[in-house]
Nanobody
Framework: VQLQASGGGLVQAGGSLRLSCAAS????????MAWFRQAPGKEREFVAD??????????SYAESVKGRFTISRDNAKNAVNLEMNSLKPEDMGVYYC?????????????WGQGTLVTVSS
């Protein structure tokens, strides 16, 4: 399985970006899909995830991005997207997508290579 992340770039504070991550190779419905990010000199941190539930789906977000970021999945394309609005300089970093077949997983089997988001103040 290969994950290809795209959509990163340079944006001014207050602007928006949309990240996408598409899976190729062995594909199936990924129960758990997520985005993480890593700022320079810092550890990688959770941003948002989406899980398939028997009752539908669920999403969760880091407190720092709630109300500004939206995660969504496209099952037909085996993709997960991250819509980022009202970007702040502290949102800057390399964004990684991660997926796992198991919706209740607490770790991820597959990781993308990362896409860089730069936010200018």
């Amino acid at each position: 399985v290969q994950l290809q992340a795209s959509g990163g770039g340079l944006v001014q504070a207050g602007g928006s970006l949309r990240l996408s991550c598409a899976a190729s190779g062995r594909t199936f419905n990924y129960g758990h899909m997520a985005w993480f990010r890593q700022a320079p000199g810092k550890e990688r941190e959770f941003v948002a995830d989406t899980r398939i539930r028997s009752t539908g789906g669920s999403t969760s977000y880091a407190e720092s991005v709630k109300g500004r970021f939206t995660i969504s999945r496209d099952n037909a394309k085996n993709a997960v997207n991250l819509e980022m609005n009202s970007l702040k300089p502290e949102d800057m970093g390399v964004y990684y997508c991660a997926v796992d077949p198991i919706s209740w997983s607490t770790s991820f089997t597959y990781w993308g290579q990362g896409t860089l988001v730069t936010v200018s103040s």
